[in-house]
């Protein structure tokens, strides 16, 4: 039975890293000694070593000791051996790229299946949807594919925000570009603001923390979800 | 010889579709009476014919009559049989799937090195670097490579913008993006303000418009270059 929480991002403004998830975490993973982290994602290019070192500090506050994917020999082992698994946010394009190439999607899909509890922020929560096709990033690398875990049968776009930029520039709006996703594909699409989460349990995939969500499907007129919210039927 | 006009955007705040370009466009363009236009970007999602009567209305201005390629059985022969050639904007990954798809990459690229004159706008002037790895758009569809034209020596992000969403919102800026595009790529990026654009005679790339742009290159500071600027030096 799946375990999951999905974050729209790890830190909300005004608040240090993960601070505003702490206590939901406990729970999450109270059976938990241990903290695989999967620093692949690198935000601003940092190494995987001071990534880990960041997010044990962080967890360090709930006595959950942090190893870092890559010190393991086997990363393929270190998945299947988790107690718990905590992927980070950063950039998509490079997360997806490494674990293709450490052949880690399909053993992280099972792993989650299982019922190992799981947490993803920003990119770590992109990856658990269907593909990564509504991501914020930019492509700075080219990965073997869009396809990620599809712990949901949805897409998610995190830091879900109601306007980009000045009024005045051109650019496309986050609502545009998703629209735009769907003249070309039929995934349902969960725009998740910065302070909310999704907490999978099993068949469940409730809407957590203050604050709507924004649902985005085919041909359909965009949809403000309660908090509270069971998206199961989201498909 | 190359003549190539690349334009941070189509539209500027406040005016119609490519009104601050028209006058620069009767001179690119003055030796054509015809011009392809490329409209495979889709901005949102319009189809190829609401696309190139969109662009044929602003060319009439000019006197200039536009067919779409998607008019013409065989796209290859299109090029190489263009005036002059357009790419408009929209989404650069569907854009560059379909070139590849057409198998049109290295045809353009050839017909633009003998000096067909050209105008890309957004998506249209982001496959004239040597990828689309600094594109803003979603990748809504996976396109077989991130290699583009390599009309010029480095990348550009067009739309440039230099502070993205809200203040308290967490995602990156743009050049919080670019610095992380460095971080795996050595490739310079030239960050285009729309109302910007290059205009590239030969060797020679000169910015126009009446606005700076920013430059990034791997391992040192941004740079803001003022419009006149020769940008030959950026490889």
Redesign the interface.
Known sequence: MKNILLAS?S????SSYLEYLLAELQLHFKNCNTLLFIPYA????ITHDEYTAKVALAFAKINIAVKGIHEFENPVEAIQNAEGIFTGGG?T??LVSQLYKNQLMEVIAQKLKSGTPYLGTSAGSNIAGLT???????????PP??QSLGMIPFNLNP?Y?D????A?????TRE??????????SIPVLGLR?GSWLDIKGDSIVLKGNLKARLFRQNQQAEELESGTDLRFVK
């Open positions: 991002t830190t909300v403004y005004g690198r935000p601003g290019g950039n394009f490079v990564i096709q509504t991501t914020n990033d930019m492509p700075i690398v080219y594919s869009f830091h925000i306007t980009d930029g000045t005045n520039h051109m650019g496309e545009d570009r998703i629209k735009e996703f769907h003249e070309f594909n910065e």
